[in-house]
Nanobody, 126 residues
């Protein structure tokens, strides 16, 4: 069982930055691929970025490439999403999720994930 708690969302002006954190409980965090997803009103949940269990490989969606970085600290059971040059279209609820150890790279499908956080709202004002 893994519990995930996101934090760091909020209201920011276009062009600003935010760092989201996701704190995980449970013994399996260090072996779990992790992902960040987002869902805007009226839209489907979409992948933002994913990371392997060791942190050696990351995937970033084309829609945010060059503006977003995912990282993790397994000693702290935490995964991060650094977002820069934010745009109004980045407004969404952001979720972190944990995938089974055996998941196939790049873990971009929401169906891959077994555990989800409650989400944190990011609002970008233009």
């Amino acid at each position: 069982q893994v519990q995930l708690v996101e934090s760091g969302g909020g209201l920011v002006q276009a062009g600003g930055s935010l760092r989201l954190s996701c704190a995980a409980s449970g013994r399996t965090f260090s072996t779990s691929p992790m992902g960040w997803f987002r869902q805007a009103p009226g839209k489907e949940r979409e992948s933002v970025a994913t990371i392997t269990s060791s942190g050696a490989k990351t995937y970033v969606a084309d829609s945010v490439k060059g503006r977003v970085a995912i990282s993790r600290d397994n000693a702290k059971n935490t995964v991060y999403l650094q977002m820069n040059s934010l745009k109004a279209e980045d407004t969404a609820v952001y979720y972190c999720a944990a995938a089974p150890r055996s998941s196939m790279w790049p873990f971009a499908s929401a169906n891959t994930y077994s555990y989800w956080g409650q989400g944190t709202q990011v609002t970008v004002s233009s």
